[in-house]
């Protein structure tokens, strides 16, 4: 079975600059998630999805973040403009309706802001 | 106070050794509780999760203490393998499926 699969899986910007990030979750999970993690804690979660409806995004930084689910399926992250504070790894992550818990991260994007 | 806080790390131990990580959360409404491992520069996996009555697979012991707000996770005879960090995560009650992951505990098994 294929796992959650992300790219870019680097990425290098200047600060002010926007980035993308994209992430297909395991075929049949309905939930998807989006981290961040930054270097020496753990994962945040920034937006949770259930089908292509947002579920949580009460930690997304609204101002300059953006998350997507147009299809049910594939996600795209967006940060526009990007502060030296985002550079982290970016995780998605997905799980079965009746197994929220049970979550499969892909290999994240680590992002750098310079 | 952080929602999910854990031992501070690195552990440093010698093969065949037992080792035992804490994590202690703030929300007592808390419902659900797991173990993830994470090696470096790689994502996150489910260890185990950590039911009410303790639970054992193999090596790995987890258990919760409600009453003090902590997990527990034992490792029993320690393999150069489990050399990874450790992040305890918490699904805050009545919250579908998120959770809150603490900064993790890095071990380190040395032969």
């Known amino acids: 079975e294929a796992g959650v699969a992300q790219s870019p899986r680097y990425k290098i910007i200047e600060k002010r600059q926007s980035v993308a990030f994209w992430c297909n979750p395991i075929s049949g999970h309905a939930t998807l998630y989006w981290y961040q993690q930054i270097l020496g804690q753990g994962p945040k979660l920034l937006i949770q999805?259930?089908?292509?409806?947002?579920?949580?995004d009460s930690q997304l930084p609204k101002d300059r973040f953006s998350a997507e689910r147009l299809k049910g399926v594939d996600s795209t992250l967006k940060i526009q403009p990007a502060k030296l504070e985002d550079s982290a790894v970016y995780l998605c992550a997905s799980s079965l309706d009746d197994r929220p818990y049970e979550q499969y991260f892909g290999p994240g994007t680590r992002l750098t802001v310079t | 106070r952080k929602e999910v806080e854990q031992d501070p790390g690195p552990f440093n131990v010698p093969e065949g050794a037992t080792v035992a990580f804490n994590c202690t959360y703030s929300n007592s409404a808390s419902q659900s509780f797991f173990w993830y491992r994470q090696d470096c520069r790689k994502e996150p996996k489910l260890l185990m999760s950590v039911y009410s009555s303790g639970n054992e697979d193999g090596r790995f012991t987890a258990q919760l203490n409600r009453a003090s707000q902590y997990i527990s996770l034992l490792i029993r005879d320690s393999k150069l393998s489990d050399s990874a960090t450790y992040l305890c995560?918490?699904?805050?009650?009545?919250?579908?499926?998120?959770?809150?992951f603490g900064q993790g505990t890095e071990l380190s098994v040395k032969p």
């Open positions: 999805f259930q089908n292509n409806g947002v579920v949580d």
């Open positions: 995560a918490v699904n805050p009650y009545n919250q579908g499926g998120k959770l809150i």
